[in-house]
Each structure stands twice: as C-alpha cells, then as structure tokens.
C-alpha cells in the first residue's frame, strides 16, 4: 500500500491497459499535471521510438550486407532480384536517415553490429562454408550505402 | 524569432532528427525538467501510440469480417486459407486486447465502423458483388472473436 501511494496513480493503468493509460497521459501532459504523470513508463515509451529507428536500421543492414555478400563470393549467381534487395534497402535506410539524420553516425555500428549474423545467413543461403567470408566487414560504410556501389 | 523564443529549444530537433529529439525529451523528462520539454510533439507521439493500436484494431478487423462473409456466403470456396486467416485475425486482436483490454469494448465500433469496406473487399473477392451481402454486420461482437465461431 506505501509504495503504491509513492507511484503516480497511472503508473499502475501502464501494465493494465496501454490505451487507456496514454490518453490519460495525454490529459495530464496537456493540463501541465506533470507531478501526476507516470514519467517512468513515459521515459522508456520515448526512448523505445528512438530505438524503433535504430532497430530499423539493423534489420535493413543485416539484409544489405547478405547481399553483399552473397554478390561478392558467390558471383555465379549474381541476379536482378538481388541487385533489386540491395537497392531497396538502401532506399528504407535513406528514409531512416530522413527521419533521423543523427542515425548517418550509427552506420558504422551497426555494420560492425550485425555483419557476424549476416555472414551466418549469407552462409546459409549460399551453402558456402562460414569461413568462405572474411572475419571482418569487407565494405566500408561509405560503399555500404553508396547507392552505385555492387563489389567487384 | 519571437515565435522561436516562445518555443522549447527542442521543438524544431523534432522535424530535424527524430532520434535526437526523443532522446533529449527522455532527458528532460528524467530531470524533471518540464518547462524545457516540447510538450505539443510529444502529446502527438504518445497519442499516435494509442491511434496506431486502434488502426490496428480496425484492419485485423477488416481482414476478419471478409473472411467470415466469405465464409458464410461463399461457402462452395470454403478452404483451410480462409479458416487459417480467420485464426490468424483473432490471434492478433487477442494479443492486442492483452496490451490493451479497453480495446475490446471498442471492437463493436470497429466492427460497425469497417463493415462496409469488409462488404465491398468481399464483393470484389467473390466477385459476387457488395448487394450479395447483409446491409447491417450479421455477426455479434462475441461471434467476431470467440475462437471458435464459423458461420453456417
């Protein structure tokens, strides 16, 4: 009962119902009642659409560097639908960068970040062996996103 | 620059990087720094949280209500797709109603609000046409999500 009386009384409204819990945040934020908003909850909600960009930028990269892969080592196969992924995530990480142009400096990162499991499906999706890839990212984070670049 | 002086700092960071801006309002929030934070964005935010579970609500609720016309009119087609479908709707408005079960209370408005688009996607589905089917939803709220509902 003590730590309950400590908590915002819509701290508790987070867990029970989300939709019921962001309008009456969105009440108290308008009537400038910010003793009574649940600023914990709302601090992470904040941060999480941060992270939303973030997590999109890893998921199109992971994609891109197959691709890139899969163009550089396994040449045989090189097609139009490949060159068309690389294309278009390229295209949605631009529109990352739109939103967020901060996210520029993340590309490193999250190259860095996610090449071990692109190597991982590349080798799944080539049937080539994990050690058929370089240890390290073979692309700079410049030729990663330069629309005109596909690996010798 | 009147207008500009009248506005927290960090209410042009918003249509200038999104990833920025969201962390600095997470600071300011922590902080307790109310009077900095540009509380008119980050109303819109917290209420396109709620907006998007209810479009959400809306367009699991369309796909459900074609496929349960389809069902009950088109029963020569019935096939495993469409029960699939089905399930698959009512899978995902339960883990939305788990977030946030005062959406449930909604789900008769919704089902009343997307009817019509639901008679006019079946009817282009079936190819019987929108005048094949009921002017008014034939189906209760409890039959719509009661896992176990398919019509005659």
Not at chain 1, 67 to 80: E, G, V
Not at chain 1, 106 to 127: C, I, N, S, W
Not at chain 2, 39 to 44: A, D, N, S
Not at chain 2, 50 to 75: C, G
Request: charged share 30%.
């Amino acid at each position: 009962m003590t730590s309950r009386a400590l908590r915002p009384a819509n701290a508790a409204l987070y867990g029970e119902d989300f939709a019921l819990w962001s309008a009456e945040t969105v009440r108290l934020l308008r009537e400038g009642r910010f003793e009574e908003i649940d600023i914990g909850h709302l601090v992470e909600e904040v941060e999480g659409m941060a992270k939303s960009d973030r997590h999109e930028l890893n998921n199109r990269m992971i994609v891109l560097l197959i691709h890139l892969l899969k163009w550089k080592f396994q040449p045989a196969k090189r097609s139009h639908s490949w060159q068309n992924t690389i294309d278009a995530q390229r295209v949605r990480i631009e529109l990352v960068f739109t939103n967020s142009p901060s996210l520029r400096r993340a590309v490193p990162d999250a190259a860095a970040e996610v090449y071990r499991h692109a190597v991982r499906l590349a080798a799944g999706q080539t049937r080539l062996p994990r050690d058929a890839f370089p240890a390290e990212c073979p692309f700079t984070p410049e030729q990663i996103l330069d629309e005109d670049f596909l690996p010798e | 620059m009147t207008s500009r002086a009248l506005r927290p700092a960090n209410a042009a960071l918003y249509e200038e990087d999104f990833a920025l801006w969201s962390a600095e309002t997470a600071r300011l929030l922590r902080e307790g720094r109310f009077e900095e934070i540009d509380i008119e964005h980050l109303v819109e935010e917290v209420e396109g949280m709620a907006k998007s579970d209810r479009r959400e609500l809306n367009s699991r609720m369309t796909v459900l209500l074609i496929h349960l016309l389809k069902w009950k009119f088109q029963p020569a087609k019935r096939s495993g797709s469409w029960e699939n479908t089905i399930a698959v709707q009512r899978g995902k408005l339960e883990q939305l109603f788990l977030d946030s079960p005062s959406l449930r209370t909604d789900a008769t408005d919704s089902a009343r609000t997307v009817y019509r688009h639901a008679v006019r996607l079946a009817g282009i589905q079936t190819r019987l046409g929108p005048k094949a089917f009921p002017a008014e939803c034939p189906f209760t709220p409890e039959q719509i999500l009661n896992e176990d509902f398919l019509p005659e």
